[in-house]
């Protein structure tokens, strides 16, 4: 499957934006999906997950709350909406997948999925 993320841009702090991740293929709602993030000069980190089918999810202590994760397997698509954003937050986000039958919900490393998109840059100004 090839994702590809969109949505990114430059919000002051408290604002709000929605990131995307299109899919390429059929087998969409066969994959468990991912948000994970990366600042400079840090590590890749886990953001959100969802389920294939959209009824779990799954959120990192960082954003819970604020942030929501949400699929439109019609539309072959995945949602990051972000609101009360925090300067802390900006960073590239990458969407990934893997694919149901070989993990388990959730998957909150890098290594616990099999396809990535480019990062969308978000930046959040103090």
Not at 41 to 54: C, D, M, N
């Amino acid at each position: 499957v090839q994702l590809q993320a969109s949505g990114g841009g430059l919000v002051q702090a408290g604002g709000s934006l929605r990131l995307s991740c299109a899919a390429s293929g059929r087998t969409f709602s066969s994959y468990t999906m991912g948000w994970f993030r990366q600042a400079a000069g840090k590590e890749r980190e886990f953001v959100a997950a969802i389920s294939w089918s959209g009824g779990n999810t799954y959120y990192a202590d960082s954003v819970k709350g604020r942030f929501t994760i949400s699929r439109d397997n019609a539309k072959n698509t995945v949602y990051l909406q972000m609101n009360s954003l925090k300067p802390e937050d900006t960073a590239l986000y990458y969407c990934a997948a893997v694919s149901r039958r070989s993990s388990v919900f959730p998957a909150v490393t890098t290594m616990g999925y099999e396809y990535w998109g480019q990062g969308t840059l978000v930046t959040v100004s103090s």
